[in-house]
């Protein structure tokens, strides 16, 4: 049993640092960095450095739903990614609110909305990707931190931040997929008749859903408990982990699992280093544009790669991001660390639960 141990941690461990080098990503990555750097410059001039946050999330995360499919499709994608974020972001943000009648309707939610995006799966692997998305982004709106922004602000900037990076990714591609090069692909089988069909409790998405939405309410109800209790910062760090780490089968949780501590040990020190280090304070608003956006690099470079370096990369953007409206940043590091491995804890404990064991799904 110790052999057989060993074993399997040494093969998630290669899969942890392994990099698949043929499809690590450079031009949409560094062009996403970009924009996220112009955004917060912007909005520094025109002295909103609030709205810079909601613009940069939608930004940076929108060309996570697809980077490999060709012209037109991949934008129909991005479109359909996008209006999928902006409902989620406009349901967290309604939630997202200190009573306790609200808090317990948050739970709730939480659990449900896990079930439906963790069911988009059986739909198509795009809809999948876009159920993790979405359900990142409610996380994040339903126990972020006070940004001085309403729910429809937020929902707003979120939604041009999407919009304008897709416009930009979009119009960039025409040089290397001119509109000549276009095919729109044959009509299949609706989402809902895609979903429905073969629908039973033994199917591995069913499966899913119902352990992703009982490991999110669980994570949201100890995420508010830290928060209101203890005074723990970024509550919805411990939800948001486990929306990207919860997948159908209980191997690919684990690599996830250790990729996702992994990364974000890498983020935090890296981020340690730079404030105690190389910068010797608390980075000014245009540094911290600069690191999020080295940040949002990572991440989308990576993303089908090495998903330990795309951690890194979402680390360091979402622990910067948040400066700009004053958030401390070093003093919420161990913050992090503990909350990621609580993240980690509740999906193997889930991902046990009624366990599919056929090919693993990585997302």
């Known amino acids: 049993m110790n052999n057989g141990f060993a074993s399997a941690s040494r093969a998630v461990g290669r899969e942890v640092i392994k990099i698949e080098r043929e499809l690590v990503h450079f031009f949409y990555p560094v062009v996403a960095g970009i924009t996220v750097l112009v955004a917060v410059v912007v ?36 479109l359909w990614a996008l209006v999928w974020i902006t409902l989620s972001v406009l349901l967290g943000s309604l939630l997202s609110r200190d009573a306790f009648a609200f808090a317990l309707i948050g739970i709730v939610v939480s659990g449900l909305y896990g079930c439906a995006c963790g069911l988009a799966g059986r739909i198509s692997a795009n809809a999948r990707v876009i159920g993790v998305l979405s359900l990142v982004f409610f996380a994040i709106y339903l126990g972020s931190p006070e940004t001085r922004l309403g729910a429809l602000e937020s929902t707003a900037m979120v939604a041009f931040g999407g919009f304008l990076q897709i416009g930009v990714l979009t119009l960039l591609s025409l040089r290397r997929e001119p509109l000549s090069t276009w095919a729109i692909s044959t009509v299949g089988p609706s989402a809902l008749q895609r979903l429905r069909d073969g629908l039973s409790w033994n199917d591995r998405y069913v499966r899913h859903a119902l352990r992703l939405g009982a490991a999110m309410a669980t994570a949201t109800a100890l995420a508010l408990f830290l928060a209101h209790t203890f005074s723990w910062p970024h509550q919805y760090w411990l939800p948001m982990t486990i929306a990207w780490i919860l997948l159908p089968d ?47 690099f990572l991440m989308l470079a990576f993303i089908f790669a090495n998903y330990t370096v795309t951690t890194t990369g979402i680390t360091i953007f979402a622990m910067t991001i948040f400066t700009l409206v004053d958030d401390p940043l070093n003093s919420t590091l161990p913050y992090r660390l503990a909350l990621t491995v609580m ?18 799904t990585q997302v």
Request: proline fraction near 7%; include cysteine; aromatic fraction near 8%.
């Open 343 to 360: 993240a980690g804890a509740i999906a193997l404990t889930f991902a046990q639960f009624w366990r599919d064991e056929s090919v693993p």
């Open 43 to 78: 909005c520094d001039k025109l002295e909103s450095p609030q709205l810079a946050i909601p613009f940069a999330i939608g930004a940076t995360l929108t060309p996570l739903a697809s980077t490999r499919e060709p012209s037109p499709r991949r934008t129909f994608t991005y």
């Open 250 to 296: 209980a191997h690919a949780t684990t690599t996830k699992t250790a990729s996702r501590i992994l990364g974000t040990f890498i983020g935090v020190g890296f981020i340690a280093l730079m404030v105690g280090v190389v910068l010797g304070a608390e980075p000014s608003l245009r540094q911290s544009a600069v690191i999020a956006s080295f940040g949002a």
